[in-house]
């Protein structure tokens, strides 16, 4: 069936340590996204790449990288120089067809992170 | 700006009561796109209903409807004969170009 399909589903993280968390999708979707959600809050951008090998900041980027090499992939890494790791990740992807039509985005089961 | 405003941050109903999850947005551009999704404790986001800026026609899908409504900047989401099922975060979100602004959400509890 076709989704995403992000992993793993909880991390735990020392403080100090880089993790990458992984995007998969296989809708043959050009878009890719990554929130965080945190308690309380709505789901905040932190990148985007509406095409492979071209990624934009989002809202909160600071302390986290991405890359897409690949149409399907499209992976996280929370750096050590992020301040408040602690939370939930998703990502999600979309069709584009223009600036005149807005797909829905397509979201995965998240991955929960905790720094200890 | 663009923002999205759930008021209700959490609502609590017995089974069968109807519900409904308000959503008010802000935005200067003519056109976008309105969205419900629906997070259940799997964490998944789960597409409901879009809307575009020019098509304010109320929608009826089954036990679910949404009411669109421009001059207040409106776009509610019922809920009608509850269901234990229904309980989940539920986000309004509202997208223009391919930015997506999302509410806080809206926790509903459906009780037994």
């Known amino acids: 069936d076709g989704g995403i399909t992000q992993s793993p589903k909880y991390l735990f993280r020392k403080e100090g340590q880089n993790v990458t968390l992984s995007c998969e999708q296989n809708?043959?979707?050009?878009?890719m996204y990554w929130y965080r959600q945190d308690p309380g809050q709505g789901l905040r951008l932190i990148y985007y790449s509406q095409i492979v090998n071209d990624f934009q900041k989002g809202d909160i980027a600071e302390g986290y990288s991405v890359s897409r090499e690949k149409k399907e992939s499209f992976p996280l890494t929370v750096t050590s120089a992020q301040k408040n790791p602690t939370a939930f990740y998703l990502c999600?992807?979309?069709?584009?067809?223009?600036?005149?039509?807005?797909?829905?985005?397509?979201f995965g089961e998240g991955s929960r992170l905790t720094v200890l | 700006a663009q923002k999205v405003t759930q008021a209700q941050t959490e609502i609590s109903v017995v089974e069968k009561e109807d519900v409904t999850l308000d959503c008010v947005y802000e935005?200067?551009?003519?056109?976008?796109?309105l969205f419900w999704y629906k997070q259940p404790p799997s964490g998944e986001l789960v597409f409901l209903i879009r809307r575009n800026s020019f098509d304010e026609q109320n929608e009826i899908s089954g036990r679910y409807s949404w009411n669109f409504q421009k001059s207040t900047s409106s776009f509610n989401f019922t809920i009608t004969a509850s269901q234990v099922v229904d309980s989940a975060v539920y986000f309004c979100a509202l997208a223009y170009g391919q930015n997506f602004v999302f509410g806080p959400g809206t926790r509903l509890s459906v009780l037994p």
């Open positions: 999600a992807s979309s069709i584009t067809q223009g600036i005149s039509y807005t797909g829905e985005l397509f």
């Open positions: 809708l043959n979707h050009d878009a």
């Open positions: 935005t200067r551009d003519t056109t976008y796109y």
